[in-house]
């Protein structure tokens, strides 16, 4: 049961609490790598929940970060914000990791694979969804020119393809340990994921990008050529 809010906060005696202090080493770790925790991460959303108001206490004295919970589909979820004006002791690039170009390339194509499967209870990807997406999705032409390099009217190789594949699958890694999708396989070749209810907050963080994805994906390969002069 959440603590009374009511209460002033000023110290840090929950972490003495047994529940919180058997779980608050895999919490803290969570959130400060900047994943978000669901209210189906039953055991370490249970400890966050029960002790919000403590816990958000910690994080905005210690950080200067805001323990933020949010809602989407009644779904809740916890992160830490460290978006948030650019405030906090970890928002330094050098200390918390932001997405690479290629992982937020992924990210933005599993929003639009999530609202494409909206009306799906569960909305699981696997890899033949991703490659149709590649080859004949809304924005194809543009998967395939920062995916491949080129667009290939002939279509790639097998080894172009399985190149791509490899890419993919560390891109999503990195969305799982962020708390935006759930992988139902772990297989080395495998692609076969859940996108959960946090990829909302995703959504929110690169709104513009996903408006002017065009703009974006030339911005990309406009860098990329430059690098390579």
Do not use: C
Not at 4 to 29: G, P
Not at 81 to 109: C, N, P, V, W
Not at 136 to 150: C, D, I, V
Request: aromatic share 14%; no cysteine; charged share 30%.
């Amino acid at each position: 049961m959440e603590n009374n809010y009511q209460e002033t906060v000023d110290s840090f005696d929950f972490l003495s609490n047994e529940e919180v202090s058997l779980n608050f080493a895999d919490v803290n770790i969570a959130l400060l790598q900047g994943t978000h925790i669901q209210s189906d991460d039953f055991k370490l959303y249970s400890v966050l929940d029960s002790y919000r108001k403590e816990f958000q206490f910690y994080y905005n004295t210690l950080y200067q970060l805001p323990l933020r919970r949010d809602k989407k589909n009644d779904v809740f979820y916890y992160y830490l914000d460290f978006q948030d004006t650019g405030k906090g002791k970890l928002s330094k690039s050098e200390r918390h990791h932001y997405l690479t170009e290629l992982e937020t390339i992924m990210a933005l194509m599993v929003i639009n694979m999530y609202y494409a499967s909206f009306f799906n209870v569960i909305k699981e990807i696997h890899w033949k969804d991703i490659e149709k997406e590649i080859k004949e999705g809304e924005n194809k032409k543009l998967y395939q020119k920062l995916l491949f390099k080129e667009i290939k009217s002939g279509g790639y190789t097998d080894e172009q393809w399985n190149d791509v594949k490899k890419d993919i699958r560390r891109s999503i890694i990195k969305l799982e340990k962020l708390g935006w999708v759930k992988r139902l396989s772990k297989g080395y070749y495998d692609i076969h994921f859940q996108i959960r209810e946090s990829i909302h907050r995703l959504e929110n963080l690169y709104q513009n990008e996903l408006t002017n994805f065009e703009a974006f994906s030339e911005k990309i390969k406009l860098k990329k050529t430059n690098a390579q002069v």
